[in-house]
C-alpha cells in the first residue's frame, strides 16, 4: 500500500511570493492534517480536513489555507511568503470514522525555503 | 490548552545501554497518545498509539507505556540504528478534531 506522498520535495520563494503543495494521502484515507515543522517551535497544528471539509485550524495567520479535493487530496497554500514561513511542511492522513483507528500517518514532507 | 513536555531533549548511549525517554502531558480529555520516530529530513514514523493508563505496546526494541499523566518509551539494548528523534503527540477528545500537539522531542543517539 502506498503511502502518503507530498509534492514538490523542495521549493526556493522569495518574500511576497505565495506557493501550493500538494498532499496524496493513502488510498481510502479521508482524512488530511498539515503541520509546520521548525527547529524552534517543533510541529505545530495547521488545519485538518475532512470529506472536503476544514474541521479544525491552528493558530497560524490568514495567509495559510487549504482546500481538499473529492478525491481526499488535500492542497496548502501559502501568500506573501515571509521569512519565518521557511520550514518542512507536513502532511498526514488517517483513516477516520472508527474512534480507535485513528493511527496518523505522515508524508515525507516539503521543505520550503524562503529568501 | 493541551501541552507535551518530553525529556531529555537529548541523550547519547552505548550500544546496549537500555533507557527511558519521558513524555508528560495535559490534555483535557485523552483521545490518544502517539509516538513516532523521525530521521533527518524525513517525515515522522508512527510507532505507537495509547489509550488509557496501564496499557503497554511493544515493537522490537521499543515498548512504550502510559500513565494519567506521562508515557514512557522504554529502548532495550539499542543499536546505532534507533538513533533518531522520538516524538510524542497527544490527541485530545475535543471537537472530534484529529489535531495531535507534539513535544519538541528527544534525540537520540547510539553509539557503537
Known amino acids: 500500500k502506498a503511502g502518503v506522498t507530498q509534492t514538490p520535495r523542495y521549493l526556493i520563494k522569495t518574500r511576497g511570493q505565495q506557493v501550493t503543495l500538494s498532499c496524496s494521502p493513502i488510498s481510502g484515507h479521508r482524512s488530511v492534517s498539515w503541520y509546520q515543522q521548525t527547529p524552534g517551535q517543533g510541529l505545530q497544528f495547521l488545519f485538518e480536513y475532512f470529506s472536503e471539509t476544514q474541521r479544525n485550524k491552528g493558530n497560524f495567520p490568514g495567509r495559510f489555507s487549504g482546500r481538499q479535493f473529492s478525491n481526499s487530496r488535500s492542497e496548502m497554500n501559502v501568500s506573501t511568503l515571509e521569512l519565518g514561513d521557511s520550514a518542512l511542511y507536513l502532511c498526514?492522513?488517517?483513516?477516520?470514522?472508527?474512534?480507535?483507528?485513528?493511527?496518523?500517518?505522515f508524508g515525507p514532507g516539503t521543505r520550503l525555503t524562503v529568501l | 490548552e493541551d501541552q507535551v513536555t518530553q525529556s531529555p531533549e537529548a541523550l547519547r548511549l552505548q550500544e546496549g545501554e537500555s533507557s527511558s525517554l519521558n513524555c508528560s502531558y495535559t490534555v483535557s480529555g485523552l483521545r490518544g497518545l502517539f509516538w513516532y520516530r523521525q530521521d533527518p529530513g524525513k517525515g515522522p514514523e508512527f510507532l505507537f498509539t495509547?489509550?488509557?493508563a496501564g496499557e503497554e505496546k511493544e515493537k522490537e526494541r521499543l515498548k512504550a507505556t502510559l500513565t494519567k499523566k506521562e508515557s514512557f518509551l522504554h529502548i532495550t539494548a539499542p543499536k546505532p540504528e534507533d538513533s533518531a528523534t522520538y516524538l510524542c503527540?497527544?490527541?485530545?477528545?475535543?471537537?472530534?478534531?484529529?489535531?495531535?500537539?507534539f513535544g519538541k522531542g528527544t534525540k537520540l543517539t547510539v553509539n557503537p
Open positions: 498526514a492522513s488517517s483513516s477516520w470514522g472508527s474512534l480507535r483507528y485513528n493511527e496518523q500517518f
Open positions: 495509547l489509550y488509557s
Open positions: 503527540a497527544v490527541q485530545g477528545t475535543q471537537g472530534g478534531s484529529e489535531k495531535l500537539v
